[in-house]
């Protein structure tokens, strides 16, 4: 006799057993459908909609400032703003940099 024989023991199914695995399988069976119906509506959603605007142009904030804006004298040391030309008269854009200063 093989000693491996003795370390699986057979063992009878419960009473019901296999009637209750089958209402379990089929519980799960019931939602999986509607789900991957949903999964499948939202993928051709996403690819039936017409693409989304290209980004703005955000080059002239990243450009060089176009001249220096004078600052408090309060602020002075601690604080620089610039202008930055965006292209648009009506539009104004500033770049402010401060210096923290470590507590005394």
């Known amino acids: ?49 017409p693409p989304q605007a290209p980004p703005p142009d955000l080059s002239p904030l990243l450009s060089t400032p176009s ?3 004078s600052v408090l004298p309060a602020a002075a040391g601690r604080l620089a703003v610039s202008e930055i030309e965006t292209g648009t008269p009506e539009l104004v854009h500033y770049r402010v940099a401060g210096v923290v200063s470590a507590p005394d």
Do not use: K
């Open 1 to 49: 006799m093989n000693p491996m024989d003795d370390v699986f023991v057979d063992l009878p199914p419960p009473p019901g057993g296999l009637r209750r695995l089958r209402s379990r399988l089929d519980r799960r069976r019931r939602w999986q459908a509607p789900a991957l119906a949903l999964a499948a509506a939202a993928v051709l959603l996403t690819l039936a909609l």
């Open 67 to 69: 001249s220096p804006i």
